[in-house]
């Protein structure tokens, strides 16, 4: 299993390239993310050992990072949303500042940045533009954004109110609401095979799916995790195969279709899992990380 350590830094995000197959990118904190500055880090595997193939340095922390082609949207703990080119990491291409408080999730797809902040926004970017296209108030601190990957105008945005809430762009107006938890709802995730389906992990320690066509009651509940629930990831490549991540310091693999409890249960970290991944280049192949300043790139048997 290749592995990799991040001295006296701490790991909140790891995501493969979607164009290069042995690239993936890390973000990485000072002092867990309370105080200090944030890193940009490219990885590169090769002959089961993964080098650093480039780095950059920030003034504050990252908490979260996503891909387009071979430019990078990080998620800023100053309040910025920061635009890299992994091939000339000396400056950021791009350096938004218009959340009033840290932005802990961005997702980029073909054309728009997303990005959510503990101010209770979430807001939409351009790279044409030099300011947000729009500004959209969530009621409470932002957690996890996603874009929908089969319908382009749909995001998910999962609060710290317990609630999962869901926009339309075309008709600029929020077009879902569901109460998911008592406490928060820590991250969301679309399916990749069937556009009603949605993810959601909590603070209350469970995994749930919600089909938008009837989103009254959930798809299913999976338990298993004995804390938190920090992030869900959905498979590229099978329909009812999901990984998720806790703060019990378990990299879980769930098939909702098959059992309520994980069919594969994996601790190779010694503090808090933060950042997971599926690669889509190889079938079964996945990334986590966590605040003990490790990477770890692996097949699980059950995905084997």
């Not at 480039?54 to 949303?81: E, P």
């Not at 770890?296 to 059950?302: L, M, Q, T």
Request: with cysteine.
């Amino acid at each position: 299993m290749p592995s990799f350590l991040t001295p006296n830094l701490h790991c909140f995000a790891v995501k493969f390239s979607p164009t290069l197959p042995t690239t993936l990118a890390i973000a990485a904190c000072e002092n867990f993310g309370f105080s200090g500055g944030g890193v940009l880090m490219i990885l590169d595997l090769f002959e089961d050992q993964l080098k650093v193939k480039g780095h950059s340095r920030c003034q504050n922390g990252v908490f979260d990072l996503s891909w387009n082609d071979n430019m990078i949207a990080l998620a800023g703990g100053d309040g910025s949303v920061q635009i890299q080119n992994i091939t000339l990491l000396d400056k950021p291409v791009v350096l938004y500042k218009e959340h009033a408080l840290e932005v802990l999730s961005v997702d980029w797809n073909q054309h728009f940045i997303l990005s959510g902040s503990w101010d209770c926004t979430v807001k939409i970017w351009d790279l044409q533009r030099q300011t947000s296209l729009s500004t959209t108030c969530t009621f409470s601190p932002v957690h996890s954004v996603a874009w929908s990957p089969m319908l382009p105008n749909i995001f998910s945005c999962a609060g710290a109110d317990g609630k999962l809430r869901l926009w339309d762009t075309t008709m600029a107006r929020m077009v879902s609401e569901l109460h998911i938890c008592s406490g928060d709802v820590l991250t969301c995730a679309w399916s990749n095979h069937d556009s009603n389906i949605i993810i959601t992990g909590g603070s209350d320690c469970t995994i749930k799916g919600w089909d938008m066509r009837n989103s009254h009651t959930c798809l299913f509940e999976l338990k298993g995790c004995e804390y938190p629930v920090k992030k869900v990831q959905c498979s590229p490549h099978r329909r009812s195969t999901l990984a998720s991540v806790s703060y019990d310091l378990s990299t879980c693999i769930w098939d909702w279709q098959v059992s309520t409890n994980p069919i594969e249960i994996i601790k190779h970290h010694s503090e808090f899992v933060y950042g997971l991944d599926f690669s889509r280049h190889h079938p079964g192949q996945l990334s986590d990380c966590g605040w003990d300043s490790l990477v770890h790139v692996f097949n699980p048997k059950s995905l084997r």
